[in-house]
């Protein structure tokens, strides 16, 4: 009984109350108490985000780091293999007739390091040298070429053993380059006998390249990545004073050596000298590195912390605010927030030319003033969409133009007008049929995908206009399986490589006539779409020129290499092309997508 009088005594108190205090009752219970809780809320969920950011980012920085290193791993390797399976260095080493004639073994030593400043000028942070039998010790020369018991007797090339290519960490080279380089070291074999050495050839890259790629791995200001081989010796580092800081500069802890189970990466919170850290890693490619990125926790953090700091400090200034604006006298709001609201309805309905008259100076006319340059804000932004929209339509029509081959589409107008010359309407009215069909397919309703047989018939329109244009030159064939058909692959990947065939393939040709065949099938997966020729054939420097885009398809926007980079970009990498080609013979190219 005595709760319920209580009850109804709070009751009728608050209905005594002035309007004013009724509305601060109100906000603080309504408004202020559900924020605090939201707020809360924000920043749990906020914080959680930003976790997954930063943790997101650091693998992505990761990933992108080790890409490009092992990009730049197998680019020396290559570089080398050039070295070593140069048959005429290794005729120039193994020439019986050195040891005999003075002026020649001058005259090869010229000639070898002419030829290893050429290999080594192409990447200023690399140096070759050339271990060679003792026997040609006029050939030494200190620099490129050096006795073959050199290296016999060094600790780079015992470490190697039985490996065809080994990277040797800075400590086993020579004292002075110890803190500078890495070392590739590959044997190279006898000309006549593979199984045998001839030489050595070693390559020492620059541990500062290392560096800077690694430090693009370190996604805060005090992580560390560094790369440890199998014997657990830190190869190189992003940041030798960050790796001590962390106790990393001396033996290895377990958690952070060279581990042969790790496949993959992933980002894993461990401890490391009683410190919480997250760690990533991975093997490189090609070597016996690993390579570790090392984040310390509260590094990690430190965006969250900030970020807790600033919730803090705005809850504190607002409910501050909040308490000095509980003296405010609203009794005459309610009239004016009404008419402010009537306006936004009449927003919402679609008419965003509503302004608020105003010649007061106070809160709500603060509101008022801010309310008309909020629409006048909106009203240029408008305008400015609406302008945004005719320049990106603009856009659009000029890569859709960009599309469109004007060389071809000339010589077939230059050749339509000639058959209309010559009566044949027949002709001009294939030929037509054809372009248009042809550039149908190219344009696409602007997308950006084909299925196969699609591709396989904007080819059959091309060699229909070349037909008529050149009678009898071209003879084409085909035989693709049905099942593939439906296949969907990026537009226009087919026909650049048919005009390159006909371009340098069959116009080659003394008579100028020639088969292009296109084969079809799929194996395990993946479809295999040949598109072969009779033509005059590319040797391999030809064949790299069209590959890096060197030599293009003439008069088509569409090269070579940009047909293997969109299939590599909608595929992967573990897809595009190949080519195949004998001098004299011909050129097959080998286009792989998945099923």
């Not at 080790?66 to 048959?87: A, F, G, P």
């Not at 993946?526 to 598109?531: D, E, F, K, P, R």
Request: with cysteine; aromatic share 10%; proline share 2%.
């Amino acid at each position: 009984m005595k709760i319920r009088e209580k009850y109804n005594a709070c009751k009728q108190r608050f209905k005594n109350l002035s309007l004013k205090k009724k509305l601060l009752l109100f906000y603080t219970a309504l408004f202020l108490l559900p924020l605090l809780l939201i707020s809360i809320i924000i920043y749990v969920e906020v914080s959680q985000s930003m976790t997954e950011k930063i943790q997101f980012s650091a693998t992505q920085g990761y990933e992108q780091a080790k890409s490009y290193l092992e990009y730049k791993i197998l680019e020396m390797i290559q570089r080398t293999d050039v070295v070593v399976t140069n048959n005429s260095l290794r005729k120039q080493i193994e020439d019986s007739e050195l040891l005999s004639d003075l002026h020649r073994q001058l005259a090869q030593k010229e000639s070898i390091r002419s030829y290893l400043q050429s290999v080594e000028s192409s990447t200023q942070s690399i140096r070759i040298k050339i271990y060679i039998s003792d026997k040609l010790q006029m050939l030494f020369d200190g620099d490129y070429i050096f006795p073959l018991s050199e290296a016999d007797g060094a600790l780079w090339y015992q470490k190697k053993g039985m490996q065809k290519v080994y990277f040797a960490p800075g400590i086993y080279l020579e004292k002075e380059k110890q803190d500078k380089y890495v070392a590739l070291v590959r044997d190279i074999p006898k000309e006549n006998n593979y199984r045998e050495r001839s030489c050595v050839l070693r390559m020492d890259i620059g541990i500062e390249e290392l560096g800077n790629i690694l430090q693009n791995a370190t996604p805060t200001e005090q992580a560390v990545t560094y790369l440890v081989n199998r014997e657990n010796i830190v190869v190189a580092v992003s940041d030798r004073q960050k790796l001590e800081a962390l106790g990393l500069s001396g033996s290895l802890p377990p958690d952070f050596c060279y581990n042969r189970y790790v496949d993959e990466s992933e980002l894993a919170q461990m401890k490391l000298n009683q410190e919480n850290v997250y760690c990533i890693r991975n093997k490189i490619r090609n070597t016996d590195w690993e390579m570790i990125t090392v984040i310390p926790k509260t590094d990690m953090l430190s965006g969250i912390v900030r970020l807790q700091t600033i919730v803090a400090g705005l809850m504190i200034l607002f409910w501050l605010l909040t308490i000095a604006g509980r003296t405010m006298i609203i009794s005459w709001i309610v009239k004016r927030i009404s008419l402010l609201n009537d306006s936004f309805n009449q927003v919402k309905a679609g008419d965003t030319k509503v302004y608020l008259p105003n010649d007061t100076k106070d809160e709500i006319g603060v509101l008022y003033d801010n309310y008309n340059e909020m629409m006048a804000h909106t009203n240029q932004l408008m305008d400015e969409k609406y302008h945004m929209g005719i320049h990106l339509k603009s856009a659009e029509l000029k890569a859709l133009q960009s599309q469109i081959n004007p060389h071809f589409l000339y010589n077939t107008l230059e050749m339509v007008n000639w058959l209309a010359y010559g009566g044949r309407a027949e002709d001009i009215h294939t030929a037509v049929i054809s372009l248009s069909k042809y550039y149908r397919l190219i344009l696409n309703k602007g997308r950006d995908t084909l299925t196969l047989s699609e591709e396989l018939a904007h080819v059959g329109y091309y060699i229909k206009i070349q037909d008529i244009r050149f009678p009898g030159k071209i003879t084409y064939k085909k035989e693709v399986e049905e099942g593939i058909l439906a296949s969907i692959v990026p537009k226009i990947i087919l026909q650049p490589l048919v005009e390159n065939a006909i371009q340098h393939g069959i116009w080659e040709k003394k008579d100028k006539k020639g088969v292009i065949c296109i084969r079809g099938y799929e194996e395990n997966g993946t479809v295999y779409v040949q598109v072969s020729d009779d033509g005059v054939g590319m040797d391999a420097q030809t064949l790299s020129h069209v590959m890096d885009g060197t030599i293009a398809s003439s008069g088509s926007s569409y090269g070579v290499k940009n047909v293997h980079a969109r299939l590599q970009l909608m595929f992967g990498e573990a897809y595009g092309l190949s080519f195949e080609s004998q001098k004299g013979e011909g050129t097959c190219v080998t286009v792989r997508f998945p099923k």
